[in-house]
């Protein structure tokens, strides 16, 4: 499995100035690619709404050596609710500490060196007050379970992740790919894990090859496949093929064909501006406004 590499998270927001703002001025991401679409995608990558959406790919480099968040905006939607499923994501860079400070942005501290602070929409962020690597700070992922053998029994057995460590006590593994990657933390809640309108989707890229083997697989041990082996589409550029899957708790994982996306994937350097011209351009506030309606919750 030493192919497979973590590529991203995605998060749906609902006030994309805001959010954009978070990630550029706090925790000092660039725009890697901006994406408009007129219509949902088949693979539900924007969640189940069939309306105009946009992506944006934000973080600290090329996706081919960085772990990179998704943002997923859908024009119609002011806001979600969050479940609780995703429980943060962990960075380490002194620098982002000093960000929030500067900009009066919340923090609190956890414990000694590392704070918490939200990004709009209610998304946890953990933020290590440690020298930033020169790798990528981005250093893990961590995800609700309930139970911490059923999820150690998938991702480990069946998704071929090696365990970093194991924690019976506080009920949490860490598990990736490679020492140098993001990893995923599965923390056990002691309960179901809801995950709401806000839920989110990580995604993985292997060769392309092994994309009809993970689907095999999972139909043989009878788990859940949410969208069989598919080609998905971006006008003007490569199209890939995906499978998406999910955990025993629900969660959304994407499996992508490395070969394709790493075309598909290169850092636009026009898109920091198509972000700007598209929030420039998007009127959705201002057409509830004028109806005197609040832009709906999904």
């Known amino acids: 499995m030493g192919s497979r590499r973590a590529l991203h998270y995605v998060l749906k927001v609902g006030d994309r100035?805001?959010?954009?703002?978070?990630?550029?001025?706090?925790?000092?991401?660039?725009?890697l690619r901006h994406e408009e679409f007129e219509e949902g995608c088949k693979a539900?990558?924007?969640?189940?709404?069939?309306?105009?959406?946009?992506?944006?790919?934000?973080g600290y480099g090329s996706e081919d050596s960085h772990f990179v968040v998704e943002l997923t905006y859908n024009y119609g939607v002011g806001e979600y609710r969050l479940g609780s499923d995703f429980r943060g994501l962990t960075l380490q860079s002194s620098q982002f500490v000093a960000n929030a400070r500067r900009l009066n942005w919340p923090l609190s501290e956890v414990s000694s060196g590392l704070f918490e602070t939200v990004a709009p929409g209610g998304y946890k962020f953990y933020l290590e007050d440690k020298e930033q690597p020169k790798t990528d700070p981005v250093q893990k992922v961590t995800l609700a379970i309930s139970n911490l053998q059923t999820s150690i029994s998938y991702w480990s057995e069946l998704l071929g992740m090696t365990i970093y460590n194991k924690d019976e006590v506080k009920k949490n593994v860490l598990l990736g790919y490679a020492d140098n990657q993001c990893k995923l933390?599965?923390?056990e809640i002691g309960?179901?894990?809801?995950?709401?309108?806000?839920?989110?989707?990580?995604?993985?890229?292997?060769?392309?090859?092994?994309?009809?083997?993970?689907?095999a697989l999972m139909k043989k041990e009878n788990q859940k496949i949410l969208t069989p082996l598919v080609s998905l589409d971006t006008p003007g550029k490569a199209t890939v093929q995906v499978v998406i899957l999910a955990d025993p708790d629900g969660?959304?994982?994407?499996f992508v064909e490395d070969e394709a996306f790493q075309e598909?994937?290169?850092?636009?350097?026009?898109?920091?501006?198509?972000?700007?011209?598209?929030?420039?351009?998007d009127k959705s506030e201002e057409w509830f406004a004028k109806r005197?309606?609040?832009?709906?919750?999904?």
């Open 44 to 58: 539900t990558c924007n969640g189940p709404y069939d309306g105009k959406w946009s992506k944006t790919m934000i």
């Open 191 to 215: 309960g179901p894990v809801d995950h709401a309108t806000a839920f989110g989707r990580i995604a993985f890229a292997c060769p392309k090859e092994e994309l009809p083997n993970i689907e």
């Open 264 to 281: 598909l994937s290169q850092t636009d350097p026009s898109a920091d501006k198509l972000l700007n011209d598209a929030m420039v351009a």
């Open 292 to 298: 005197k309606m609040q832009k709906p919750s999904a």
């Open 17 to 31: 100035p805001a959010t954009v703002s978070f990630y550029r001025d706090i925790l000092g991401m660039k725009v």
């Open 185 to 187: 933390e599965l923390q």
């Open 251 to 254: 969660h959304e994982i994407c």
